[in-house]
Every structure is written in C-alpha cells, then in structure tokens.
C-alpha cells in the first residue's frame, strides 16, 4: 500500500486532456513539493515535474502541475501515443523522513 | 552528458548479502546527494535509501533499515549498496539516482538505467 494515493490507471483518446491525481496528507503532499515522474517500459525514469509546478528544461509544455492542500495532479494535453507510460508522484514525508511514492498511474492513449 | 551506470545486481539466496555499486560522471559527484530507488517486479517505485554529499546524513526506507547501508566515495564517484540478509521481497529492479541539492530531502532528477537483483533459492 503505497503512501500517496493514486488511480491505477487512465485513458483518453488522441489530442484530448487527461489529468493524473495524487493524494496525500499534511506530513508529504500537504507540507512539501510534489515532483511527477514518467516511466517508460525498459527505460529510466524521467523526471516531468518539479515544486509542484516546475518543468524541468527539455519537458513539453503539455504537460502541467498543481497542488491543493494534500492533493497534486498532473495534466497532460493534446495526448500523443508517445505518452503512454507509468507515471508516478513522489513527495518527501516529514513524519517518516522519507521519500514516499504514489502507486503509479498507467496512462493509455486510446 | 550525465550518466549513472549500476553494477553488482544478480541471483542471491534468501539470507545472503550483495553490494551493489553506482558509478556516476558527466557532474560534480561530491556536490550532490544521491539515492537508490527499487522497483519490484509489476510494482512501483520505492525509495530505499539516500545520503548526503558528504555522507553525514543517511536515511533508509523501514522495508530496509537495518539490513542494508549507503555509502559513497567521492574521490572515485561511486555510489554503493550494501545489502544484508535478503529477502525474497527485496527482488526488484535497483536504480541508483542523483539528488537535485546536497541534501537528499531534496528531489531526484536524473537515474540509471537500473540493475536486477534476485533473491531466491
């Protein structure tokens, strides 16, 4: 059971907008950054997000981040095939005094 | 070009000990912490462990504390891990995983491509 909180997975077709929520509590989500990862099969992981909101250099614009409280999402629009992956939010705990991950949400591009 | 190259995975029996290594260039090592992230076998991801650039702070996930120790040396930017009686559930892909800042509260933004490790008889 992973500490953050997020759907299994999600679809949408081609071009269209799908968002990716990650809950939380005050100790990880609700007290520190939100940082979004994209792993794809047999690569590395990518880091997508940073502070919550942050794109790293070289990260599409399609993609984008908030935070509410003890919840964060990612948004990704104008879906492409090539966006199909595992993507997973991480947040440092101050309670635990680690990095906790979300289970990972795989996207499909309908 | 940054790269971080894993080393030291392989076949253990439950019990046994392996190290695992990190070679790391293409940054300055010693002015970063780094980390050691897992991913067990149609799971996801897992923090296990981080260190500090100058190895004064050192966490490790609870699946892990005691059983395993980071360590680095920086003169021959390598990261290392030492991994103690193993588990079967301690089988998962390996990434080794370079921090943002000096201190290893702070994010991971680049990592290897990841080493196997196996723990079964």
């Known amino acids: 059971q992973s500490v953050l909180t997020q759907p299994p997975s999600v679809s949408e077709a081609p071009r269209q907008r799908v968002t990716i929520s990650c809950s939380g509590s005050?100790?990880?989500?609700?007290?520190?950054?939100v940082i979004w990862y994209q792993h794809l099969p047999g690569k590395a992981p990518k880091l997508l997000m940073y502070?919550?909101?942050l794109l790293p250099s070289g990260v599409s614009d399609r993609f984008s981040g908030s935070k509410s409280g003890t919840s964060a999402s990612l948004a990704i629009s104008g879906l492409q095939s090539g966006d199909e992956a595992d993507y997973y939010c991480?947040?440092?705990?101050?309670?635990?005094?680690?990095?906790?991950f979300g289970g990972g949400t795989k996207l499909t591009v309908l | 070009e940054m790269q971080l190259v894993e080393s030291g995975g392989g076949l253990v029996q439950p019990g046994g000990s392996l190290r695992l290594s990190c070679s790391a260039s293409?940054?300055?090592?010693?002015?970063?912490?780094m980390h050691w992230v897992r991913q067990p076998p149609g799971k996801g991801l897992e923090w296990v462990s981080g260190?500090?650039?100058?190895?004064?702070?050192?966490g490790y996930a609870d699946s892990v504390k005691g059983r395993f120790s980071i360590s680095r040396d920086n003169a021959n930017k390598s990261l290392y891990l030492e991994m103690n009686t193993l588990r079967p559930d301690d089988t998962a892909l390996y990434y080794c995983?370079?921090?943002?800042?000096?201190?290893?509260?702070?994010?991971?933004?680049?990592w290897g491509q990841g080493i196997l490790v196996t723990v079964s008889s």
């Open positions: 995983a370079k921090g943002s800042a000096a201190g290893f509260s702070e994010y991971f933004h680049h």
């Open positions: 293409g940054f300055i090592f010693d002015e970063y912490a």
């Open positions: 260190i500090s650039w100058n190895s004064f702070s050192r």
């Open positions: 005050r100790s990880n989500v609700g007290n520190n950054a």
């Open positions: 502070y919550d909101d």
């Open positions: 991480a947040a440092w705990d101050d309670s635990l005094n680690n990095w906790v």
